[in-house]
């Protein structure tokens, strides 16, 4: 009798499970019924931007859809997709199986991944990591190589990696890095090789395409005229990339406008390479030119300045 008691509290104890995302305990257990299920997936649908569960109540049955999979439950029976509802209870493994959601098994404990890594893109001096969920990840610099390491449980690739394993590395050279978490699912990294200097670019209109600037630098394209400041509104191509240099130059642009009357207005433009801080004037006069370098050095900090364009008396007149 004993060794039958004890074999059973052997077995209970063997299959009986946590389920987690992450860091949340979502059920503990080996069974689930029709509600756990639902309120469950509700959770993953919801922290993993999954598409939300969808609930249909007939008299006589009910559907439930999630991840393109249907359960249909029957006078408190359930059945996984169209087959006859014959259990009241599935296993937490017959749910992730059959939901198609990835989890990890450390001991008795099933662990779906906090975050998703989409990819890491490239885009000129910025790199641009997607994700959904947590952002379950930190950045470290190891010689030449920008190091993506988990904090959390973390998939890509298919693959989870679990907290303090390495999920990638990007070869960024002898380049320094900064990390700017301003959007949901996304983090841009900013490049910055060693050695660029802070300047204030100076270009008369139509001398050409300015190449990017860093963040740490600004550009001036002046044109006399009738005084207005134009700055470069943002591209939705980027996808937020270049936000920042907006930023920067639209608080320069308004006290510009302030300061001396100049008309402010945003346009896309050419020759301010997307990502790149600077403004187009058109100045009213020489010594309106000289007030507002004056006042891009307050606001940047920048004292070094490359002047390429010509007198005031030699730059291009637009007009209005």
Do not use: H
């Amino acid at each position: 009798m004993m060794k039958t008691l004890l074999f059973l509290l052997i077995t209970t104890m063997t299959f009986s499970y946590t389920l987690w995302l992450g860091r949340d305990l979502l059920f503990e257990g080996d069974m689930m019924r029709f509600e756990d299920i639902e309120n469950i997936s509700y959770f993953i649908a919801d922290s993993l931007e999954y598409n939300e569960p969808v609930v249909t109540n007939e008299p006589t049955f009910t559907v439930f859809q999630f991840n393109d999979r249907a359960i249909l439950k029957i006078n408190g029976k359930i059945a996984l997709g169209s087959g006859t509802p014959t259990v009241s209870e599935i296993s937490i493994k017959e749910f992730l199986s059959f939901f198609e959601i990835p989890y990890t098994q450390v001991g008795s404990s099933l662990i779906i991944p906090e975050c998703i890594l989409k990819g890491v893109d490239v885009k000129g001096n910025n790199l641009l990591v997607e994700y959904y969920g947590n952002p379950a990840i930190e950045y470290e610099k190891n010689k030449n190589f920008l190091k993506l390491v988990s904090v959390g449980y973390v998939m890509y690739a298919g693959k989870i990696y679990k907290p303090k394993e390495t999920i990638l590395k990007i070869d960024i050279g002898n380049s320094s890095f900064s990390l700017s978490r301003e959007y949901i699912g996304k983090d841009i990294i900013t490049l910055r090789k060693p050695g660029e200097s802070r300047k204030i670019l100076i270009v008369s209109v139509g001398s050409g395409m300015m190449k990017p600037l860093p963040l740490s630098s600004f550009g001036l394209i002046l044109a006399r005229g009738n005084g207005i400041v134009i700055v470069r509104p943002t591209s939705p191509d980027l996808e937020g990339l270049d936000k920042r240099a907006f930023e920067i130059s639209f608080e320069i642009a308004k006290i510009i406008s302030r300061n001396l009357g100049y008309r402010l207005e945003t346009f896309p433009m050419i020759d301010i390479p997307p990502g790149t801080p600077a403004l187009v004037v058109l100045l009213k006069s020489r010594e309106d030119l000289m007030k507002i370098l004056s006042i891009v050095r307050r606001m940047t900090g920048i004292e070094k300045i490359i002047n390429s364009a010509p007198d005031f008396d030699r730059l291009p007149d637009l007009g209005s």
